[in-house]
């Protein structure tokens, strides 16, 4: 596969295929040319004498200070250096890869007045998998990521540190082995390099691909426990969802429906309205799903636009010094997902303790095991549950409604994206593992049925018994439920699944 950059058509699939799949990078025709003429206005901006941020003058606070042309490389090197100052782990190969990708797509659209060879060798270590060492704390998102994607620049420019080949080394030589030349930057080629949302940007736009995903993999997982409890299908009615038109409620709906079709559990019992957990499984797991679509709206948005600072307009040989560099549109959606992500799991810890809990589970075993009293079954996988649920209370707090001021003031409100994307990403984690002890749970309650499961629930239980048997007596419990989080994870789940029922939609057809 290989993607195009054009600076205007970039989907979030593409951020997966590049970042983890190694899909091959290359410019459009159009975006060479479009380089080229915004690199021409500076370079005559500059020989006008014309004063322009971070070119011929300091940056932030000191942007009262002229600097002259002569010394404007040194400028850009020195801008490099400065912002490099983030601490903590390295970023993970890639996300790093994610956000080579996304700024080498904001350098194509031709606002940042880089050199075409300069956006060229940033494309380069993308397919030679040159992958910049970038630690993963120190930028508050505004202006952009600039500590972290001044780590990404050093090795651009052939010094910091990178990974090639599994190896960390200096940047220098991990150019050299891949056989590319470093960058001497130019004028405006530093901020070029650094100023944008593009690192926590890229890490959001994985996050979300990754939570589509999982909110599919949850819709399965509600109806396993709604098999195993003979839920009343009522509250999946087609009419009753469509007398309330929201996408997300009547989607969920859709797939339960679905995924139930042929079940001879569900609907079986003598219960004639559930839990609202259970009932009402569309109605909270609905704005989710709504979430991941004004989420994927806002991120898409982001990666396609240019948020450099100035911004150069050839056609009017003009440039502008502006703000759109502020991460704050990204920072609300990656906020708003985590919470939207963290009640998927709110929801599954529910079904967890009806289906442990024998006053709720419909004549189950307690804690789904016989010999109770002996046994313990699965009683402290919901312990687990909880104990995730809880933290992903206090990782769901908006990160954005804090600030500080920096550069003296000059840069008086932050948006905190980056602290955003890092808790969406253990909310994530989290949220596997909870939908991995419901399934465990889900697969286990049915081994105690008689009668025919949904044709969707019954694929997920023998992709789940591939890695998990039965529990018969008491064992330990943590390699059966990391062995089903891999399964999700790997979307093994979703895929046998989807094979048996048909897509999992998120969209809703009238």
Not at 52 to 78: A, D, H, M, N
Not at 132 to 138: D, L, R, S, T
Request: glycine share 8%; net charge positive.
């Amino acid at each position: 596969m290989i993607v195009q950059l054009d600076g205007k058509r970039l989907k979030i699939e593409d951020v997966h295929e590049v970042a983890r799949n190694h899909a091959r990078v290359r410019l459009a025709p159009k975006a060479k040319k479009a380089v080229i003429r915004c690199r021409k206005t500076v370079e005559d901006l500059v020989a006008e004498g014309q004063l322009i941020y971070g070119v011929t003058t300091g940056i932030g606070e000191l942007s009262r200070v002229r600097v002259p042309p002569e010394v404007g490389e040194e400028l850009q090197k020195r801008i490099v250096y400065s912002h490099s100052a983030g601490v903590g782990d390295f970023f993970e190969e890639d996300e790093v890869r994610g956000a080579m990708l996304l700024r080498a797509n904001l350098l194509a659209k031709g606002y940042s007045a880089v050199r075409l060879s300069t956006l060229q060798t940033l494309i380069k270590m993308i397919n030679k998998n040159v992958i910049p060492a970038i630690n993963e704390k120190g930028s508050v998102g505004t202006s952009g990521d600039l500590s972290p994607l001044s780590q990404m620049a050093e090795v651009v420019m052939g010094e910091g540190r990178a990974f090639y080949k599994g190896k960390l080394m200096s940047g220098k030589k991990a150019l050299s082995l891949a056989g590319i030349k470093p960058v001497n930057l130019s004028f405006k080629e530093g901020l070029g390099l650094i100023n944008g949302t593009q690192m926590f940007t890229a890490c959001g736009a994985l996050r979300l691909y990754d939570a589509i995903r999982l909110m599919k993999t949850a819709i399965i997982a509600s109806a396993m426990s709604a098999d195993a409890l003979r839920t009343p299908l009522g509250g999946y009615d087609k009419r009753v969802h469509e007398i309330r038109p929201y996408n997300g409620q009547n989607v969920v709906a859709a797939n339960l429906r679905k995924l139930l079709r042929g079940s001879r559990l569900a609907g079986k019992g003598t219960k004639v309205q559930d839990a609202y957990s259970l009932r009402c499984i569309p109605q909270v797991y609905g704005p989710s799903i709504d979430a991941l679509h004004y989420a994927r709206q806002q991120i898409e948005i982001e990666m396609n636009s240019a948020v450099d600072n100035p911004l150069f307009f050839a056609a009017d040989r003009e440039r502008i010094s502006c703000g759109n560099f502020h991460g704050q549109p990204v920072a609300m959606v990656l906020d708003l997902l985590a919470i939207a992500v963290s009640e998927i799991g709110g929801l599954s810890e529910r079904h967890i303790n009806r289906l442990m809990n024998p006053n709720l589970n419909v004549g189950l075993p307690a804690f789904l095991v016989k010999g109770e009293g002996l046994n313990s079954g699965l009683m402290v996988a919901q312990y687990t549950a909880a104990s995730l649920c809880s933290e992903n209370k206090l990782l769901s707090h908006p990160a954005i409604v804090d600030n500080f001021s920096m550069a003296a003031d000059q840069e008086d409100h932050v948006c905190m994206g980056p602290i955003s994307v890092r808790k969406l990403k253990e909310i994530v984690r989290n949220v596997i593992n909870i939908l991995a002890i419901e399934m465990m749970s889900g697969a286990q309650a049915l081994d105690f049925l008689d009668g025919k499961p949904g044709v969707g629930t019954l694929a997920a239980y023998k992709e789940i018994r591939k890695v998990v048997r039965p529990l018969k007596k008491d064992r330990v419990l943590y390699p059966d439920i990391q062995a089903i989080a891999k399964k999700i994870a790997d979307w093994d789940i979703l895929n046998a699944v989807e094979a048996k029922s048909g897509k999992i939609g998120l969209v809703w057809k009238r």
